[in-house]
């Protein structure tokens, strides 16, 4: 997938503050593949409304989403379903890790029917980066919040799509905590020339690189 | 613990639903065989008289069969063939001359030699000479042979004897006596009759009344020859034209299609019961689907196939369902095997099911695959609204 455009969309039933001054709601833009982003608004202006619909779980939206020239809301689900694994994946505000499988379960989930061996190295790589190689066998139900967001982190770098989106990923992780993740982020994607989209309450309070839309 | 008792549960219910059906099944071809055996040729010929009633007594055209009645039966998807029979339109009698003293009326029929279930050629069952070839019904010989030789004090005579036996015939053809000797070539247990050649006895009718070549013909009687002598059909269609036949092959196809009823009242009990089952186990998937319902969306925003979740729980139930299949077409062959050597087949019985029951192992799960696979993905997506 090279591009998703937005197409003048806007959520359906309800109407986000500022809407006026948004850069993305009722415009047309385009997410390039390669290119990061990072999206700023405030509670209730529709963060995961967009980035759900973008990830094409709901069709509560006027105006388009196109996977390249596709329409989203004219595939069938399992079109929608096939490009999650190579196209576009989100990190989901509330994490979405399956509590009755271990951490490394969880993780490997994004190998599909792959050789699941080939990954694990990599597994174990990132989740050392990240301080939850101790966790990979632990189940995920008895693991805090902040070691579930970074094994999710881990979930969506292993095998990665070409947009990678994270709804408020950092939400339970401390400033070093952040920094490495972030780090991790930028350097698998840039490997394998991803695209990120990151949906934030508030700008990053380090240096970074993103072009920076408001919702 | 209480998945693992729900499934035994199911699948023990499925195990006798396909007992049950599968067992109505070969039971109904065990059934067949046993009363539409081909072993017993009889079953197969059935001779039709038309009922008397008070309206068609003593009058021939009525209590015979036409051309026109005899066209129709051939019609009748349940009859091979028909055979009429030429009945004697002279007059006939016999006496055993000096050696034997007896004397009686007699009266001839006639028919198809193929149609007589008696080994002869058209050569060997011919008049040669004045000697007429005569074949009797077996029970004729047997009547006389316990019934009236046992209490006259008569010897009796074995069949052998009787093919040895000459006696004369007396026919009056034309006010003129002719005198034949009559010898019995072969006792036959399909017809209670007593036959000549039927060209001779057509001849002979002809020589008496010459205008019967310009009448239409009437038989008083007709053989046919039918597929299944136990054919409900057949016995229907026979009532309605007021015809009669031998009791004892009507009789067991009374039996048989009362069997049938039986059978298929178990048949559909057994259909009612696979059916639930396969209620309780869409009703069973979806609970299992509703359970793992956050496991089930987690994996689909992360790329798995949803019709690709479910058939792969519609493949592991197929694949119990084929055991089970297997399970129970084993336990029917076993019985079947044991039955078929038991006394009461009377070496009727195949020691084996119908070699088409096994096809179910793969017919049935494959169509419940796709049943299932189809009704769960589609509930699915329902239930997600998308």
Redesign the interface.
């Known amino acids: 997938m090279d591009n998703i455009v937005l197409e003048n969309i806007s959520p359906k039933y309800f109407t986000p503050k500022d809407l006026e001054q948004s850069q993305i709601w009722k415009k047309n833009i385009t997410f390039q593949k390669g290119k990061k982003f990072l999206i700023v608004a405030p509670s209730g202006s529709g963060k995961s409304t967009l980035a759900t619909a973008i990830l094409g779980t709901h069709f509560q939206y006027e105006g388009n989403i196109k996977y390249d020239q596709q329409i989203v809301k004219n595939l069938h689900l399992e079109k929608i379903v096939e490009n999650r694994k190579d196209g576009v994946s989100l990190l989901f505000q509330d994490v979405r890790l399956i509590k009755d499988l271990t951490i490394s379960e969880n993780i490997l989930l994004r190998v599909f029917n792959q050789d699941r061996k080939k990954f694990i190295p990599l597994m174990e790589e990132y989740a050392s980066r990240l301080g939850v190689e101790s966790l990979l066998n632990k189940k995920a139900e008895n693991c805090s919040y902040g070691e579930r967001q970074r094994s999710a982190i881990v979930r969506s770098l292993v095998n990665p799509t070409d947009f990678l989106i994270y709804d408020e990923c950092f939400s339970h992780l401390d400033m070093e905590n952040k920094k490495i993740a972030f780090s991790l982020i930028n350097e698998v994607s840039q490997k394998s020339g991803s695209s990120v989209l990151f949906f934030e309450l508030n700008e990053f309070p380090f240096e970074h690189d993103y072009q920076i839309l408001h919702l | 613990m209480k998945k693992i008792f729900n499934s035994i549960i199911l699948y023990a219910g499925l195990f006798i639903a396909f007992i049950l059906v599968i067992s109505c099944l070969q039971l109904y071809e065990n059934a067949n065989r046993l009363f539409g055996s081909k072993s017993s040729e009889s079953n197969y010929w059935l001779t039709f008289s038309k009922k008397l009633t008070p309206d068609n007594i003593g009058r021939k055209e009525l209590l015979g069969f036409n051309e026109n009645d005899v066209a129709k039966l051939k019609k009748w998807s349940e009859i091979k063939t028909v055979y009429p029979f030429s009945a004697n339109e002279f007059k006939a009698s016999a006496n055993g001359g000096d050696f034997i003293p007896f004397y009686t009326d007699l009266y001839f029929e006639g028919l198809d030699l193929k149609a007589i279930d008696v080994p002869l050629t058209d050569e060997e069952f011919q008049v040669k000479g004045d000697v007429i070839p005569i074949i009797i019904s077996r029970e004729y010989l047997n009547l006389y042979n316990y019934g009236f030789a046992l209490n006259q004090g008569l010897p009796q005579i074995s069949e052998d004897f009787a093919k040895k036996i000459e006696i004369n015939i007396n026919i009056v053809v034309n006010k003129q006596n002719k005198t034949y000797k009559g010898r019995m070539v072969g006792l036959s247990d399909r017809i209670h009759s007593v036959l000549i050649p039927k060209k001779f006895l057509d001849s002979l009718n002809l020589a008496e009344k010459p205008q019967l070549a310009s009448q239409p013909k009437i038989y008083n009687r007709v053989l046919v020859q039918v597929k299944d002598s136990g054919d409900e059909g057949l016995i229907s269609k026979m009532k309605e034209n007021n015809y009669e036949s031998n009791q004892e092959s009507l009789r067991s196809a009374k039996i048989k299609s009362k069997l049938f009823l039986v059978l298929k009242a178990i048949a559909v009990l057994g259909i009612f019961i696979f059916a639930l089952c396969l209620y309780i186990i869409v009703s069973f998937i979806k609970i299992q689907f509703l359970e793992k319902q956050?496991?089930v969306s987690?994996?689909?925003?992360?790329?798995?196939?949803?019709?690709k979740m479910v058939s792969d729980i519609s493949r592991r139930f197929s694949i119990n369902l084929m055991i089970v299949l297997a399970l129970s077409l084993i336990l029917i062959a076993s019985g079947q095997y044991f039955l078929a050597k038991s006394s009461v087949s009377n070496g009727l019985l195949s020691i084996y099911i119908n070699p088409w029951l096994w096809t179910a192992i793969i017919i049935i799960p494959i169509l419940v695959y796709f049943f299932v696979k189809e009704l769960i993905y589609r509930w699915l997506?329902r239930s997600w609204k998308?």
């Open positions: 956050e496991e987690i994996k689909n925003s992360l790329g798995y196939s949803p019709k997506l998308i």
